[in-house]
Nanobody, 129 residues
Framework: QVQLQESGPGLVKPSQTLSLTCTVSGASITTSYYYWTWIRQPAGKGLEWIGYISYSGSTSYSPSLKGRTAISRDTSNNQFTLKLSSVTPEDTAMYYC?????????????????????WGQGTQVTVSS
């Protein structure tokens, strides 16, 4: 059974960097061909794809967040981390980590169409002074 668990501060001040970690159990983040993804959902709005780090360590980010986003991994602890810099209140959302398969990545050009087979429970992040 694959499990994902998000962790990190629930409150971040404007202009600071949001940092969240997803700890994965039941599967290795280096196993082909999976993509370890961050997604967020502001209250009352739809899901927004943030980006992923692949089994090989390659990354892809949402153009709307590119430049502020970095996803990295710690293979020894089977974790991957999201860093979002220069946050504003508009970055307030529920943040999820999830696993996507190679099939969904290769068959959909629009990340909003990706599907996921495993999700974390989500963690609320509020940006406020």
């Amino acid at each position: 059974q694959v499990q994902l668990q998000e962790s990190g501060p629930g409150l971040v001040k404007p202009s600071q960097t949001l940092s969240l970690t997803c700890t994965v159990s039941g599967a290795s983040i280096t196993t082909s061909y999976y993509y370890w993804t961050w997604i967020r959902q502001p209250a009352g709005k739809g899901l927004e794809w943030i980006g992923y780090i692949s089994y090989s360590g390659s990354t892809s980010y949402s153009p709307s967040l590119k430049g502020r986003t970095a996803i990295s991994r710690d293979t020894s602890n089977n974790q991957f981390t999201l860093k979002l810099s220069s946050v504003t209140p508009e970055d307030t959302a529920m943040y999820y980590c999830a696993r996507a398969t190679d099939f969904t990545i290769q068959t959909h050009t629009n990340p909003s169409e990706y599907s996921y087979d495993y999700w974390g429970q989500g963690t609320q992040v509020t940006v406020s002074s």
